[in-house]
């Protein structure tokens, strides 16, 4: 018996599998970019502008520079103080908190802050400058579109070459799936 191993289809299965990530990967960027830009396109257009009147920012450690969590502001709105988070500003690192403090000047987050903010519902707020990057970021979209699109064509190789594979071996000869066994056969 020889050492070796022959698995037929390891190599399109080895492409395939890993193209077929790098696309659902591409997807669910894809996804969050377009909910991202939506979001940043509906503030700006139906959204009322306002200065926040308050901005303290979760702070966690990270190798270098400590990394930013949640963004809390405080801003007026219908004669009524709303304290909200921004959105899409989602703290990653839990418990792992140095602590809260505010933004340094000439920082994104300085004030003064500009946010939009729903009328409807006051607590959907993001800062203006969020807004228009994300209205304004094909780069994103363009990236995963790509991962999509490369993944994909590499699934479709992947695919080809296992159904080749196949047909080499004789897969594709097979009748059981439409001829019953010969014992079955009814002979009249």
Do not use: C, N
Not at 124 to 151: K, M, N, P, Q, Y
Request: charged fraction near 20%.
């Amino acid at each position: 018996m020889s050492g070796r191993v022959d698995w037929p289809g390891r190599g399109p299965t080895w492409l395939g599998v890993p193209a077929l990530v790098l696309a659902l990967i591409g997807t669910g960027i894809l996804i969050g970019a377009l909910d991202r830009r939506d979001l940043g396109r509906e503030l700006l257009d139906a959204g009322t502008a306002t200065m926040a009147t308050s901005v303290q920012l979760d702070i966690y450690p990270g190798k270098g520079d400590p990394g930013i969590g949640e963004v809390r502001v405080e801003f007026v709105a219908a004669g009524q103080q709303i304290r909200t988070v921004l959105s899409d500003q989602e703290d990653d690192a839990q418990g792992m908190h140095d602590g809260v403090q505010s933004p340094a000047a000439g920082t994104r987050y300085a004030m003064p802050l500009q946010i939009v903010y729903l009328p409807s519902d006051p607590s959907v707020a993001l800062a203006a400058v969020d807004a228009h990057l994300w209205v304004d970021d094909s780069e994103t979209r363009r990236v995963s579109i790509g991962l999509i699109v490369g993944g994909s064509a590499l699934v479709v190789a992947a695919m080809v070459m296992l159904t080749i594979g196949a047909r080499r071996r004789g897969l594709a000869g097979w009748k059981w799936y439409s001829d019953a066994p010969a014992e079955h056969r009814r002979t009249g």
